[in-house]
């Protein structure tokens, strides 16, 4: 298998962030960038990188900016590189909702449930992003992704 770079793998991470943003599935941008479902799929999970014709049809299926999302793909890396977990900024904004109601931040665990420090679950779950446990992918409206490709999480 080939070793993709830091940037490769941010920029695959950008990638399905913002395909999961815009409610994109991997079959409907495969189709859109004349790739098959398979190639793309390992492309968003760095494990085959993307030609610049590709990465441009792949921009403009869902009206991005091409240098926008490579910024963003250069940040991540940047701070990858860093490893430093308090310089780790996931690719997708974390946005907590309960019903359709955004909250500024994790309410405590259920009544009845142990208590859950809200800011130490945040910062496990960022260390876990960092560290590539977990690949989490949170929209800002109702739906969530685990980021694998299937059905909402």
């Given at each position: 298998?080939?070793?993709?770079?830091?940037?490769?793998?941010?920029?695959?991470?950008?990638?399905?962030?913002?395909?999961?943003?815009?409610?994109?599935?991997?079959?409907?941008?495969?189709?859109?960038?004349?790739?098959?479902?398979?190639?793309?799929?390992?492309?968003?999970?760095?494990?085959?990188?993307?030609?610049?014709?590709?990465?441009?049809?792949?921009?403009?299926?869902?009206?991005?900016?091409?240098?926008?999302?490579?910024?963003?793909?250069?940040?991540?890396?940047?701070?990858?590189?860093?490893?430093?977990?308090?310089?780790?900024?996931?690719?997708?904004?974390?946005?907590?909702v309960e019903g359709d109601e955004r909250?500024?931040?994790?309410?405590?665990?259920?009544?009845?449930?142990?208590?859950?420090?809200?800011?130490?679950?945040?910062?496990?779950?960022?260390e876990k992003l960092h560290r590539g446990?977990?690949?989490i992918v949170a929209l800002e409206d109702?739906?969530?992704?685990?980021?694998?490709?299937?059905?909402?999480?």
């Open positions: 298998m080939k070793n993709i770079s830091t940037f490769g793998k941010a920029m695959a991470q950008v990638m399905k962030g913002r395909m999961a943003f815009h409610g994109v599935t991997q079959a409907e941008m495969a189709e859109a960038i004349q790739l098959s479902q398979s190639q793309l799929s390992k492309i968003l999970r760095a494990e085959r990188t993307i030609d610049l014709e590709s990465f441009e049809a792949f921009c403009e299926a869902l009206d991005e900016n091409a240098a926008d999302l490579v910024k963003a793909g250069e940040s991540i890396a940047k701070r990858v590189q860093n490893n430093s977990p308090e310089s780790f900024v996931p690719a997708a904004t974390l946005v907590f909250l500024a931040k994790p309410k405590p665990a259920l009544a009845g449930e142990r208590f859950v420090d809200d800011d130490e679950r945040v910062r496990m779950t960022l446990d977990v690949d109702e739906h969530k992704f685990d980021g694998d490709g299937d059905d909402p999480a």
